[in-house]
């Protein structure tokens, strides 16, 4: 059978809203209209990938054995994946660097009822259309909203896998219900906050810092948190991971730890955030990194398990 666009959505997780072209390609978006238009404002750079496909999902349970879509590639960032992964297992990769710009794709699933994940690209925009399934499908159950805030890291950027980025490897082990508004580049800037008509989150993640830890002041940052606590309110849990570990500037680590410790200070304040630091997370070595900088797929895998240990710890 073929879902229609509207049906589709019941099944696509990480959107906010949706549009149609006029070819019928369904598109989905983590912004409201209002933070695309600031976006598209302040920086291209900023723009283009806040309207990526930031490694959403679409998600069901089903006893099918085929399922397939056509798909169109309107912008790329970098070049990582389609993933198709079977109870948490990848099975799946279909990499952007060897597909057309339009195209089809058909996956053949084992059989028995199992729970089916399609990536979408983190770091290009992604359309698809005619998503047709030869069995009925059910719409997973979640765990929570999440608000996920961040930058490059966070939208996905390093690992060149749409299924391996940190919060991908995350959220198989949470089952969240996630936003992902990470954006590469992004820093703490309150202007991007914005009340989203219907959207509420039960938890709030905020991993932001390393694109500005060179900073004299941190009044961004105090701002930045203020004007969370205006549109969520100050008893929603907050979780802040501090700055992860980056190898592109040893000489200005120390002023990356003083960034840190002041982060931490300023999130003290407040009842209602935990925090987790982010240089537990991922090993101090290049190996683990795309550019000193990106955790690559191996350093993407530790942070996302480390990061669900500490969550557990702190009973986030």
Known sequence: MKLTNEELRKFY??????????????????????????????????????????????????????????????????????????????????????????????????????????????????????????????????????????DSITQGFGPLRSAHTYVSVANRLLDYDILNQGIGGYVYDKKSLMKMDGYMPEKIIVSLGTNQYGTESMVDIEEYYERLFEIYGKDIPVLCITPIWRGDSPEGLPTLERFCHNLKEICHRYSNIQIVDGFNLVPHLSEYFLDNLHPNGLGAEIYGRNLVLAINRLGF
């Open 13 to 150: 997780f990480g959107a906010y809203s949706f549009s149609e072209t006029d070819e019928g390609y369904l598109q989905a978006f983590q912004y409201s209209e209002a933070q695309m238009a600031y976006f598209k404002e302040a920086s291209d750079f900023w723009y283009d990938r806040c309207m990526a496909s930031t490694a959403k999902t679409i998600e069901f349970m089903t006893t099918a054995t085929e399922i397939s879509f056509e798909y169109k590639i309107t912008w790329i960032g970098s070049l990582d994946s389609f993933e198709l992964a079977i109870d948490g297992m990848i099975s799946q990769i279909n990499y952007v660097k060897d597909l057309d710009k339009e195209g089809k794709l058909t996956y053949t699933l084992p059989e028995g009822k199992k729970h089916v994940t399609l990536y979408l690209p983190a770091d290009a925009t992604v359309l698809v259309k005619n998503f047709e399934i030869n069995s009925a499908v059910e719409r997973p159950q979640k765990n929570g909203k999440v608000l996920w805030l961040g």
